[in-house]
């Protein structure tokens, strides 16, 4: 069964702190993509990756980093986490061509 | 942004009904695509649909596209409690693999 792998299902980090958020496929997909869930605003794309070493920015990239060392995985860093940054994070991957993404389960993150 | 508008924002049907959900988006777009996300879980993939089509089954799934009016609707037909769930659409963008979403439909189905 084809998977998306996201380390954490709840995360608490405080203020200021450096957080790392892992995702890791299984499926030998090109794309990987990170986006945040919030209420009301749907989820909306920070960064995404077409392939190792790769990066685009998204919609809201601001306070985040990425990193794509090997194809399977794809890093998400709040540099300094801030309390706006509480959230539902939720990683995807996918093929090259137009297909459906696989989403991992997503991390819960609190920041206080 | 490109994200993309659910309509309504919440509906409510009784089992065995058909629940139809609408999306609106503003740009041009090469595929749309629709999801499920049950309660504080990941989405699923659902049904792509290529502009150049019109309409799409998937079991009792319909989805519709209409492009000179930029929408799409997704139709489930005989409903169940287990359909129960927020269903977003995703739309792409001109050049790129990445999808953009919306904010969702909440459906409930009532047993």
């Known amino acids: 069964d084809v998977k998306v792998t996201q380390s954490s299902r709840y995360l608490v980090k405080r203020t200021g702190e450096k957080v790392f958020l892992e995702c890791v496929q299984d499926?030998?997909?090109?794309?990987m993509f990170w986006y945040r869930q919030d209420p009301g605003l749907g989820l909306r794309l920070i960064y995404f990756?077409?392939?190792?070493?790769?990066?685009e920015k998204g919609d809201i990239p601001e306070g985040y980093s990425v990193s794509r060392e090997k194809k399977e995985r794809f890093s998400l860093i709040l540099e300094s986490a801030s309390t706006n940054q509480t959230s539902m994070y939720l990683c995807?991957?996918?093929?090259?061509?137009?297909?459906?993404?696989?989403f991992g389960s997503g991390t819960r993150l609190t920041v206080v | 942004s490109q994200q993309g508008e659910e309509d309504p924002q919440a509906l409510s049907i009784q089992e065995g009904e058909n629940a139809t959900m609408n999306c609106s988006y503003k740009?041009?777009?090469?595929?749309l695509q629709w999801y499920r996300q049950n309660s504080g879980r990941g989405l699923v993939h659902l049904i792509l649909?290529?502009?150049?089509?019109r309409e799409k089954h998937s079991g009792r799934l319909r989805v519709t596209l209409d492009t000179s009016k930029k929408s799409s609707s997704l139709l489930i037909t005989a409903s169940r409690a287990a359909d129960t769930a927020s269903y977003f659409c995703?739309?792409?963008?001109?050049?790129?693999?990445?999808?953009?979403f919306g904010t969702g439909t909440s459906l409930t189905v009532i047993p």
């Open positions: 499926m030998d997909h090109e794309n």
């Open positions: 990756s077409y392939d190792v070493k790769m990066k």
């Open positions: 995807a991957s996918s093929l090259v061509s137009p297909q459906g993404y696989t």
């Open positions: 649909i290529r502009s150049n089509e």
């Open positions: 740009t041009s777009i090469n595929n």
């Open positions: 995703a739309t792409d963008a001109s050049t790129g693999n990445q999808f953009y």
